[in-house]
């Protein structure tokens, strides 16, 4: 079963816009990752925010972290073309297996 | 590049049969996680091991068996295979096993049951 899940489930966004997405979960999490899948590949790692963090910034990511509604956002910056891909969060609770949600899939427009 | 090496990228196999799909993890990684990714069900994790052992299992089913070399690598074998095992199946790797470990994946393997 997935713990996360993401919302919206598509996005379609001019290049050079922000995009932000967001992660729900039901249980309590040790840390909760985003990760980015282009058509056909694997997931890559983007980000990684522990439980006791509140924001964390990597470059044009910022992630936050609401323990106490259990959620999360992904912000993307000033996107290009490149950013077009399925994003996912992916949670762990006690027992450290990762479950990941549905995917928000994000189309940059030229 | 993300390190980890699935072999092979494309299986193409009929109802009953059995497979096997290898994954050699990130150089100085000791734990290697199988996952299977679905329209229907999504990104599932099956197995993890750690340094040959293994460690946790998810939604694995018993036609399903994986096991951990000692050179690290590892292998899925899935047997009796249905029409609905058809799906994308990922390794990642981590360096170590617990939490805050960022996990890295391989392009995965395309199995399809005909």
């Given at each position: 079963?997935?713990?996360?899940?993401?919302?919206?489930?598509?996005?379609?966004?001019?290049?050079?816009?922000?995009?932000?997405?967001?992660c729900?979960?039901?249980?309590?999490?040790?840390?909760?990752?985003?990760?980015?899948?282009?058509?056909?590949?694997g997931?890559?790692?983007?980000?990684?925010?522990?439980?006791?963090?509140?924001?964390?910034?990597?470059?044009?990511l910022?992630?936050?972290l609401?323990?106490?509604?259990k959620?999360?956002?992904?912000?993307?910056?000033?996107s290009?073309?490149?950013?077009?891909?399925?994003?996912?969060?992916?949670?762990?609770?006690?027992?450290?297996?990762?479950?990941?949600?549905?995917?928000?899939?994000?189309?940059?427009?030229? | 590049?993300?390190?980890?090496t699935?072999?092979?990228?494309?299986?193409?196999?009929?109802?009953?049969?059995?497979?096997?799909?290898?994954?050699?993890?990130?150089?100085?990684?000791?734990?290697?996680?199988?996952?299977?990714?679905s329209?229907?069900?999504?990104?599932?994790?099956?197995?993890?091991y750690?340094?040959?052992e293994?460690?946790?299992?998810g939604?694995?089913?018993?036609?399903?068996?994986?096991?951990?070399f000692?050179?690290?690598?590892?292998?899925?074998?899935?047997?009796?295979?249905?029409?609905?095992?058809?799906?994308?199946y990922?390794?990642?790797?981590?360096?170590?096993?617990g939490?805050?470990?960022?996990?890295?994946?391989?392009?995965?393997?395309?199995?399809?049951?005909?």
């Amino acid at each position: 079963s997935q713990q996360g899940e993401e919302d919206p489930q598509a996005l379609s966004i001019q290049e050079g816009e922000n995009a932000t997405m967001n992660c729900s979960y039901k249980t309590s999490i040790n840390n909760l990752q985003w990760y980015r899948q282009n058509s056909g590949r694997g997931l890559v790692h983007l980000i990684l925010i522990r439980s006791n963090e509140r924001e964390k910034h990597s470059g044009r990511l910022r992630v936050t972290l609401d323990t106490s509604k259990k959620s999360s956002s992904l912000l993307i910056t000033a996107s290009r073309a490149a950013d077009t891909a399925s994003y996912f969060c992916a949670t762990d609770g006690n027992d450290y297996k990762l479950s990941f949600g549905a995917g928000t899939t994000v189309t940059v427009r030229a | 590049d993300s390190g980890v090496t699935q072999t092979p990228k494309h299986l193409i196999t009929a109802t009953g049969q059995r497979v096997t799909l290898r994954c050699s993890p990130r150089s100085g990684d000791l734990s290697v996680y199988w996952y299977q990714q679905s329209l229907d069900q999504g990104l599932q994790f099956l197995i993890q091991y750690y340094n040959g052992e293994e460690r946790a299992k998810g939604n694995i089913l018993e036609r399903f068996s994986a096991q951990q070399f000692p050179d690290l690598h590892s292998e899925l074998n899935l047997s009796s295979l249905e029409l609905g095992d058809s799906a994308l199946y990922f390794c990642a790797s981590s360096v170590s096993w617990g939490p805050n470990q960022p996990q890295h994946f391989g392009d995965g393997t395309r199995l399809s049951i005909l």
